[in-house]
């Protein structure tokens, strides 16, 4: 059963998202999203199951958040990577990116193309 919110919480967190987003130099449409309404629902729920808690006590540090992150990108990225190789090892697909890279970093400036019998590395791109 939907709980009914009386307006003035409803005016409150109207003036709580604004001040977040005014402070944070955030979005407006950083509420809306799907990983801000996650947590905001699991903190409620929280909140819900152990009362009143501190925020500080429970929100972990940005170096966590940030090695979690590159933990999880590259566990990601590992995953993906194994899946897509068995099809280019099939010959089932090749990739062609549209990446371009800066001769002073090392690249050639063309894209890169990975598959089955391509070249591994810069594209010749014909000029």
């Known amino acids: 059963m939907k709980k009914k919110i009386l307006t003035q919480v409803t005016n409150e967190i109207v003036e709580k ?7 944070d130099l955030r979005s407006f449409e950083f509420v809306d999203g799907n990983g801000f309404k996650e947590l905001g629902q699991y903190l409620v729920n929280l909140g819900a199951k152990y009362g009143h808690l501190v925020i500080d006590n429970l929100l972990p540090h940005p170096t966590i958040i940030s090695r979690n992150t590159l933990k999880t990108a590259k566990e990601l990225h590992d995953k993906l990577m194994l899946k897509l190789m068995s099809y280019f090892y ?4 090749s990739a062609i ?6 001769p002073t970093r090392g690249g050639s400036g063309g894209p890169m193309v990975l598959g089955p019998g391509l070249p591994r590395g810069p594209a010749s791109v014909p000029g």
């Open 17 to 23: 998202c604004v001040k977040m987003c005014s402070l």
């Open 90 to 93: 099939e010959n089932r697909c």
């Open 97 to 102: 990116t549209d990446m371009c890279r800066a």
